[in-house]
């Protein structure tokens, strides 16, 4: 008796655990369910949500992320950017935008240096380690380490997608992997399109400000918004 009472106990903490912070299930759609719980019951996902439950087969969730993935981090005003010196080095290194190296910055890691996400991309540029060292990156804290490796995978993302900027933004922020799932289109992953809307967006804003030419590198060619095969994806940025 004692010992069913206690599987009892266990089972409802596995059961409880997920719920004592929200999380948001991500399915291939593109749709995020917010549950306070999950489980997997043979090949689907049990959810907990306000309201009751719902089960979705396994094959339909792509991720599972915490809640506070989506809260934003308050910007850093223009004036006070950081960093300034090492950017438009990797620019002219590169020949890619220091306005569009900025906007990744500001919406990587808003110019912490040490910031960490979830998946374990670390610094500035948020660089996989497994990147980092493909790129040669020694202190992937570093800031001119990070800026430098993450300048150049961005230069080489640009090559491959030919300076579409919508699939080059989705690749290094969900891998391109996912861009060449999807048939060479921007994932549709409410993540990768929040991200790709919000760095397009600082980068027109810095191309409207005009800063000094002096602090602009012009890139071999400048990014565009999407060329013609991307035409549903990028319609919604």
Do not use: C
Not at 73 to 90: H, K, N, T, W
Not at 164 to 187: C, H, S
Request: positive net charge; without cysteine.
């Amino acid at each position: 008796m004692r010992l069913k009472h206690l599987a009892l106990i266990v089972f409802f903490l596995t059961w409880a655990a997920p719920s004592l912070r929200a999380e948001y299930i991500v399915l291939r759609s593109g749709q995020r369910l917010a549950v306070t719980g999950y489980q997997i019951v043979g090949d689907k996902y049990r959810l907990q949500m306000k309201g009751g439950t719902a089960e979705i087969p396994v094959e339909q969730v792509v991720a599972i992320e915490p809640e506070e993935i989506f809260v934003s981090v308050p910007p850093v005003e223009v004036s006070q950017e950081p960093f300034g010196d090492l950017i438009r080095a990797a620019a002219k290194r590169y020949s890619v935008d220091a306005d569009l190296i900025t906007s990744v910055i500001a919406a990587e890691s808003n110019f912490d240096p040490r910031a960490i996400s979830r998946r374990d991309a670390r610094g500035l540029m948020q660089l996989l380690p497994a990147t980092a060292m493909r790129l040669g990156v020694k202190n992937i804290f570093d800031p001119q380490e990070n800026i430098d490796a993450g300048t150049h995978y961005l230069s080489e993302l640009l090559q491959l997608y030919k300076n579409d900027l919508a699939l080059t933004l989705a690749a290094y922020n969900a891998g391109p992997e996912r861009v060449q799932q999807y048939g060479q289109r921007v994932p549709p992953f409410a993540e990768t399109i929040s991200y790709i809307r919000q760095v397009q967006h600082t980068y027109q804003q810095r191309k409207s400000s005009g800063p000094p030419v002096a602090d602009k590198t012009p890139p071999r060619a400048p990014p565009v918004a999407a060329t013609s095969n991307t035409t549903k994806p990028a319609a919604q940025f």
